[in-house]
């Protein structure tokens, strides 16, 4: 289907996106992956430091209404290796918005400081 302005409208005070038959919550989905993200936030740097160069940590997690999310959690250097720890987290629905995933993300530093930022 050849996406045009009849196929995909936006509801911004409803907080929905909808394309074809497809309802994308976008505050259900950005409330579960803040639960998600939050229990990695709980973590010490060590912890999360030693995540790096491993496989991201996927799942899925079920919404009110019974869609199912899928997110995926990554941890990279933010810049020069043994310093600051950035970790993405980022949810979709499976359909079209897993082009375009909703992302949250934080800093971690060795000094153990998070600085939250939501993307």
Same mark, same amino acid.
Do not use: H
């Given at each position: 289907?050849?996406?045009?302005?009849?196929?995909?409208?936006?509801?911004?005070?409803?907080?929905?996106?909808? *394309?074809?038959? @497809?309802?994308?919550?976008?505050?259900e989905?950005?409330?579960?992956?803040?639960?998600?993200?939050?229990?990695?936030?709980?973590?010490? *740097?060590?912890?999360?430091?030693?995540?790096?160069?491993?496989?991201? !940590?996927?799942?899925?997690?079920?919404?009110?209404?019974?869609?199912?999310?899928?997110?995926?959690?990554?941890?990279?250097?933010?810049?020069?290796p043994?310093?600051?720890?950035? !970790?993405?987290?980022? @949810?979709?629905?499976?359909g079209?918005?897993?082009y375009?995933?909703?992302t949250?993300?934080f800093?971690?530093?060795?000094?153990?400081?998070?600085n939250?930022?939501?993307?």
């Open positions: 289907m050849q996406l045009t302005a009849k196929t995909l409208r936006v509801s911004s005070a409803a907080d929905t996106c909808r *394309y074809a038959n @497809i309802v994308v919550n976008k505050s989905a950005l409330g579960l992956l803040g639960q998600v993200m939050d229990g990695w936030e709980k973590r010490t *740097y060590d912890q999360l430091a030693s995540r790096i160069d491993t496989q991201p !940590i996927t799942g899925e997690k079920k919404g009110e209404a019974g869609e199912i999310y899928q997110y995926e959690v990554q941890f990279f250097w933010d810049g020069e043994g310093l600051a720890v950035r !970790i993405i987290g980022s @949810i979709d629905d499976g079209w918005r897993a375009f995933p909703l949250r993300s800093i971690r530093n060795p000094s153990s400081e998070s939250p930022n939501i993307a």
